[in-house]
């Protein structure tokens, strides 16, 4: 994530399992592509993981804006990211299965040519009253061969 100028805002690891959070284009970074930059950052950790630790995640992202900054009381607080995409992103990460990226429409339709996508279903998530289409990046190798053509 830091290596392609993300921020982390939360990594939680407890009995209920293990949590990431992380974002891409904050007021204040430079990131020309936030969208494609965080599908690849997706694949890199998703990779990274099986490599290294023999660990399969499923990853939900989307696009939007969200309230950044520092919640609580004076005597405690924590910095947040909230709104309905962050809601939306843990949704789409629940209902992927290990190794899966689930994006939203919107980061879909904000990534250049880099990327390709197939649906991956359409689902009736909390917070939504029509069913929310999933899609998921394809594999590099995929990509590329499209590209090439």
Same mark, same amino acid.
């Given at each position: @994530?830091?290596?392609?100028?993300?921020?982390?805002r939360?990594?939680?690891?407890?009995?209920?399992?293990? @949590?990431?959070?992380?974002?891409?284009?904050?007021?204040?970074?430079?990131?020309?592509?936030?969208?494609?930059?965080?599908?690849?950052?997706?694949?890199?950790?998703?990779?990274?993981?099986?490599?290294?630790?023999?660990?399969?995640?499923? @990853?939900?992202?989307?696009?939007?804006?969200?309230?950044?900054? #520092?919640?609580?009381?004076?005597q405690?607080?924590?910095?947040?990211?909230?709104?309905?995409?962050?809601?939306?992103?843990?949704?789409?990460?629940?209902?992927?299965?290990?190794?899966?990226?689930?994006?939203? #429409?919107?980061?879909?339709?904000?990534?250049?040519?880099?990327?390709?996508?197939?649906?991956?279903?359409?689902?009736?998530?909390?917070?939504?009253?029509?069913?929310?289409?999933?899609?998921?990046?394809?594999?590099?190798?995929d990509?590329?061969?499209?590209?090439?053509?």
């Amino acid at each position: @994530v830091s290596s392609r100028s993300g921020q982390v805002r939360q990594f939680i690891n407890d009995d209920k399992g293990t @949590v990431f959070i992380a974002s891409f284009g904050l007021r204040g970074s430079v990131i020309l592509h936030p969208a494609d930059t965080a599908v690849q950052a997706a694949k890199e950790a998703q990779k990274k993981l099986l490599e290294i630790m023999d660990i399969q995640c499923s @990853v939900g992202i989307t696009l939007g804006k969200i309230f950044c900054g #520092e919640t609580g009381s004076f005597q405690r607080y924590e910095y947040s990211m909230l709104g309905p995409s962050v809601n939306l992103s843990a949704r789409l990460m629940a209902k992927g299965a290990w190794g899966q990226i689930n994006c939203d #429409e919107r980061l879909k339709n904000h990534t250049g040519r880099r990327h390709t996508f197939t649906i991956s279903g359409t689902y009736k998530l909390k917070g939504y009253e029509e069913p929310v289409p999933l899609f998921m990046p394809a594999d590099d190798s995929d990509s590329e061969k499209k590209n090439e053509e």
